[in-house]
């Protein structure tokens, strides 16, 4: 199946990577959640990149509006909306940079250990450590080098509809030590005694 093509609704839920985004409405268009489109802004998704350099061949699987792409001249990329499913890319790359579809994170990430040697995505912290099944999915991949906290979802800084502290966790294949957790935010400490909702 060519990943630039527009998904047949037979095609999208056949795929065995996919279990929740896999499915496509009946003029085949791949259907995504709305809550799934939470865009980054450029300020946070230049700082992302800027902190980790990916290098190499450089993947945006998700890249909504090019937030990330912005900044990662070269890198390729899939949309769902724009007919490529990252369900479909089997192509291996060094990193893949973004931040993923939050319903189906679970699924997302285990697709992207089968084609990334690093993988940062910028999600709601917790999610990473959403199941016990994922700790093992991670274990087996490697580990998390680096958890590059950002602040919490619904801060000036992000505008996102949640609460979360949200942060770029860095996913690197083979890896077996510890984890290091990182502010973004010079500002760190004051962020932290504002209220951050949930
Ligand atoms: C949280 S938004 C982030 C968009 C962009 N990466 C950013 O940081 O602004 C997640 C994006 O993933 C896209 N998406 C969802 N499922 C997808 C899939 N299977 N393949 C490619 N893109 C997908 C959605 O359409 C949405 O644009």
Redesign the pocket.
């Known amino acids: 199946m060519n990943h630039h093509s527009t998904l047949s609704a037979q095609e999208a839920n056949q795929h065995p990577a996919?279990s929740r985004?896999?499915c496509a409405d009946l003029f085949g268009v791949?259907i995504?959640e709305q809550d799934?489109?939470?865009?980054?802004p450029e300020p946070v998704?230049q700082a992302i990149v800027e902190r980790f350099k990916p290098s190499g061949r450089i993947l945006?699987?998700?890249?909504?509006?090019g937030?990330?792409l912005k900044f990662m001249a070269g890198a390729d990329w899939?949309?769902?909306?724009e007919g490529?499913?990252?369900?479909d890319w089997t192509t291996p790359v060094d990193w893949i940079v973004?931040?993923?579809?939050?319903s189906?994170f679970s699924d997302?990430l285990r697709h992207s250990f089968t084609v990334a040697d690093n993988i940062v995505y910028?999600i709601p912290v917790n999610k990473a450590f959403n199941s016990y099944q994922m700790m093992l999915d991670v274990a087996e991949f490697g580990g998390i080098e680096t958890i590059f906290t950002i602040g919490y979802g619904r801060s000036p800084l992000l505008g996102f509809p949640i609460g979360f502290c949200c942060g770029a966790v860095h996913y690197k294949k083979g890896y077996t030590g510890g984890t290091k957790i990182e502010f973004y935010s010079p500002n760190a400490k004051a962020l932290s005694s504002e209220r951050s909702g949930d």
């Not at 799934?36 to 980054?40: E, G, M, Q, S």
């Not at 945006?60 to 509006?65: A, E, I, V």
């Not at 490529?84 to 369900?87: D, E, P």
């Not at 973004?98 to 939050?102: C, G, L, R, T």
């Open positions: 996919g985004f896999a791949p995504v799934d489109i939470v865009l980054t998704a945006d699987p998700c890249k909504g509006d937030a990330f899939c949309e769902a909306r490529r499913n990252f369900y973004s931040n993923p579809p939050y189906i997302f910028l």
